[in-house]
C-alpha cells in the first residue's frame, strides 16, 4: 500500500483545514489508519486513528474536540479535519497504514506509511 497524504498549507490560527490521504496500490478497506505529527525539534507523535470500517476512532489530548478522523472506504480515501488550528498545531502530518482493521497509538504498530504535508498555524 502506497499512501500519499495532501491538503497541508498555510492558515491562521483558529482557522480550518482538511488533510486527505489516499491509499494506492490496494484499497485500504483492511487496514486500521493513523495520522501521526513531527514538530521540528520534536518526536513524532500520535495524532488520530480509526478503524478499517470507521466505527470506531481515537484522538490524542491534545486534538480532542477540534479535528475530527473519518474515511470513505467507496472512495477509498481517509480524512483528517482539523478545526480551531492553534500555532503548537504546526508540523508535518503524516498517514500510516496498519493491516488488521485497528489502529495504534504508536507508530511502530503501522505497516505503510506516506510522505507527510506540511501544516503551518500562524498566531
Known amino acids: 500500500v502506497q499512501l500519499q497524504a495532501s491538503g497541508g498549507g498555510l492558515v491562521q490560527a483558529g482557522g480550518s483545514l482538511r488533510l486527505s490521504c489516499k491509499p494506492s496500490?490496494?484499497?485500504?478497506?483492511?487496514?486500521?489508519m493513523g495520522w501521526f505529527r513531527q514538530a521540528p525539534g520534536k518526536e513524532r507523535e500520535f495524532v488520530a486513528g480509526?478503524?478499517?470500517?470507521?466505527?470506531?476512532?481515537y484522538y490524542a489530548d491534545a486534538v480532542k474536540g477540534r479535528f475530527t478522523v473519518s474515511r470513505d472506504n467507496v472512495k477509498n480515501m481517509v480524512y483528517l479535519q482539523m478545526n480551531s488550528l492553534r500555532p503548537e498545531d504546526t508540523a508535518v502530518y503524516s498517514c500510516?497504514?496498519?493491516?488488521?482493521?485497528?489502529?495504534?497509538?504508536?507508530?511502530?504498530?503501522?505497516?505503510?506509511w506516506g510522505q507527510g504535508t506540511l501544516v503551518t498555524v500562524s498566531s
Open positions: 500510516a497504514a496498519r493491516w488488521g482493521g485497528n489502529y495504534a497509538l504508536d507508530s511502530s504498530g503501522y505497516d505503510y
Open positions: 496500490g490496494r484499497t485500504a478497506s483492511g487496514y486500521g
Open positions: 480509526i478503524t478499517w470500517n470507521g466505527g470506531s476512532t
